[in-house]
């Protein structure tokens, strides 16, 4: 098999040998004169999911918190992962096992954030999030993180925001080959090309690696195989008609290792920690794909889009008899946007239909295995003002839900240049969670029973914040407060005589509050540094919430040389104590555990040999850190890659 991905990684870089013209991101001209400066990188940022509609919002003009992540960023970082990229972020905590990483943004559930992929809802309809460990980074993609409430725009799943990862779409050929440590092998390769009324691009990325143990003392490594294929274009049927598709494919192999929960005849010493289990695996397998139509008319002032987008998830897992649980997701949606804009005023309305379907596919037959469907409709509009100082923003959603009670929510946002380097920022918002499939009709085992009597979450929250340029823009810092509360939240109760798990809402009001703060420095003409920083205090009934630390930190240094010929980065990402739970006892009641606080540091390089070839590599953990980021799974080790990269 090791065979084969070499042979496939090899091949990615020989497919982008000879076609098209595009360089590194990074790179730049020969010349002095041509070193990055911070100006450059404060070039006002495009966003394009900060509204609904599909229309670039400078993030300048944002009312909003938001981060845009560039596809210069991903490359100088030799991001593989997404979710490591993520860490960087403020307000942002990630918690990552085999088999499923969770990404929570301001003290929300993982079950709180929307993830888009090319404009496609990709969570998982049976457990309501995405696991954004499958989600690798192409070549030229890039992503913007939203952070506060969205539902005004997007509905359910995003209480905690959005965030959204564009795949690449420029003309040329690149792609890279490497290896390292623990019979690691990575490749992936874009082509992209255009013709005079069309753009297509093509793309596909091979992650391999053997692993590491993930249990204490355990000596079972723990590796993982995972493909992408995507491909999305437009084509411009008239000057005020286009099409456009996506679709991606994603599928993630890999092994697991299982907690001891045997308690025959008595409950051993591991008794709720992992334990290294022979023959466990999991296999994620994911379609998505979406079709739309644009037209635009009043000379390009008044736009329609309608699109249809569906997601197909398939999980599975398996042990040393066969097929041990499995679930089924699908999603129908449908979308009509309609924005018009006029100098600095601009309107967007917008209607979606979705129908999320779902099935628990456990073999055991201890867990409803029937299929459930939701239906939802959303109607929502927005208004925005973007004068010279002052910019205003305003959305309100209202969703007829054929199992849940209608509901309507909004957001108001506002955000004022006191001066030229001075800028405020105000929002206020309201967000709404259903429920999902398990917590609804149960899982896998018969140890949690589902509660059909489950009402949504909701939510409310507001924020202020403050941008500064000195130093003649050679320093930005970005200080935000915010505040959020989550009524009926659903939490996993023990009942008696029982005591066996199932979800209930919650009477109490979970209380969310934190700081958050961003900087981009230029420090001398060749090195950059980017920070950020989050303090958190999220509790329920004076409880803190589990896998949320109350600080995290980054730092990001790079450097570049004057000729633009070579580069290093130099992250070190901190990760606050936190809580979780544990189940230690047969009765399976839960134990509040604490988890130490842990500091990565991550070193990467490259040179550029000739105009269309680099090598590259980096050490990640360099100073082999043990962790955990949930209890007792531990995370892996230093690991070293070198590679070559080929851009046409």
Known sequence: MKLNIWRCSVACVALSVGVGASSAAWAQDDGDDDAITLKEVLNPYILVNADRSAETIALQDYTGSATLIREGDLTLRQTRNIEDVLRDVPGVAVSSVAGQTQLRLRGSEANHVLVLVDGIEVSDPFGGEFDIGTLQAEIGSRIEVLRGPQSALYGSDAIGGVVAYESGTDDGAAGFVEAGTHNTINGAARLGTSGERWTASLSGVVVSTDGEPNARDGMRDIGRDSYTLSAKGDVWLSDVVTLRAAARYILTQGLFNDQDFNSFPVAAPTFGLVIDSPETRFENEAVYALAGLKVATLDGAWTHDLSGQIADIRRDSFGPFGRSFGSKGERLKASYVSALSADVHS????????????????????????????????????????????????????????????????????????????????????????????????????????????????????????????????????????????EDEIFTSFPAPDFIATPANSAEVSQREGVEVSARAQIGPQVALDAAYTWLNAEENGVAEVRRPSHIASAVLTWTAPSGNASANLTVRHNGATDDVAFLDPSFIPTRVRLDDFTLVNLNARYKITDTIEVFGRVENLLDETYEQVFSFVSPGRSAIVGVSVSL
């Open 347 to 486: 309107v967007t309305f917008a209607a979606d239909w979705e129908r999320e379907r779902f099935q628990n596919t456990d073999p055991f037959g201890f867990a409803f295995t029937g299929k459930r469907q939701i239906e939802n409709v959303g109607l929502s509009g927005e208004y925005r003002f973007n004068g010279e100082r002052i910019d205003l923003s305003a959305a309100i959603r209202h969703d007829f839900n054929d199992r849940f009670a209608d509901a309507t929510t909004f957001r108001l946002g506002a955000a004022f240049n006191a001066t030229d380097t001075t800028r405020i920022h105000a929002n206020y918002g309201t967000g709404i969670k259903n429920p999902g499939f398990y917590e609804l009709f149960g899982f896998v085992d018969g140890r949690f029973i589902g509660n059909e009597d489950l009402t949504p979450e909701k939510s409310e929250s507001w924020e202020i914040g403050l941008t500064q340029s000195l130093a003649n823009d050679a320093l930005n810092v970005t200080v935000t407060y915010f505040d959020a509360n989550l």
